[in-house]
T-cell receptor, first 114, second 114 residues
């Protein structure tokens, strides 16, 4: 059974608006959470991360929120740009001695319309 | 910097054939791993290595073999290909010894087994 789930396979938003991508997890021992972005025919690239001791992390237009009690994290992109159109994966790991093992969600395909 | 390089980009095999997917990284990362990406499943860990001479199994290791004779290379061997191994395969590397270290991915190998 998947420990990290992304229940929305796709999302379409207008350029300039906010994109919100969601992710749920089941293992309360996960210590770090990450978002990766993937363009077609390329490997995933790291976007932003958050430690379980925080509830928010910002990097430019990207903000990740973590709600540990709900076992839920979300990625906000503001404002959305057409170049953000890609598949976004959330991932989780069990901490500093497990950085070689990540658990990934199934991905959400974001389409930002000009 | 080339980063993580995977060859070949595409491969078609017949059931029962064997082959090796190549992965090389030039970042001197100790950690390397192999993931497969299937529709609706996200990326799943096949095998990983924490250094030369050390490998271990991930979530879906059956039908695959790995070895790590150098820091740079981490080949993945399919012993007897099956249609269920049709997938996109990603190799990744990361640094140990830091509090947090994301994965760096190659561009993938798309494998079809007929």
């Amino acid at each position: 059974d998947q420990q990290v789930k992304q229940n929305s396979p796709s999302l379409s938003v207008q350029e300039g608006r906010i994109s919100i991508l969601n992710c749920d997890y089941t293992n309360s021992m996960f210590d770090y959470f990450l978002w990766y972005k993937k363009y077609p025919a390329e490997g995933p690239t790291f976007l932003i991360s958050i430690s379980s001791i925080k509830d928010k992390n910002e990097d430019g237009r990207f903000t990740v929120f973590l709600n540990k009690s709900a076992k839920h994290l979300s990625l906000h992109i503001v404002p959305s740009q057409p170049g953000d159109s890609a598949v976004y994966f959330c991932a989780a790991t069990l901490g500093r001695y497990n950085f070689n093992k990540f658990y990934f969600g199934s991905g959400t395909k974001l389409n930002v319309k000009p | 910097n080339a980063g993580v390089t995977q060859t070949p980009k595409f491969q078609v095999l017949k059931t029962g054939q064997s082959m090796t997917l190549q992965c090389a990284q030039d970042m001197n990362h100790e950690y390397m791993s192999w993931y497969r990406q299937d529709p609706g499943m996200g990326l799943r860990l096949i095998h990983y290595s924490v250094g030369a001479g050390i490998t271990d199994q991930g979530e879906v290791p059956n039908g695959y073999n790995v070895s790590r004779s150098t820091t740079e290379d981490f080949p993945l061997r399919l012993l007897s290909a099956a249609p269920s191994q049709t997938s996109v395969y990603f190799c990744a590397s990361s640094e140990p010894g830091r509090y947090f270290s994301p994965l760096h991915f190659g561009n993938g190998t798309r494998l079809t087994v007929t």
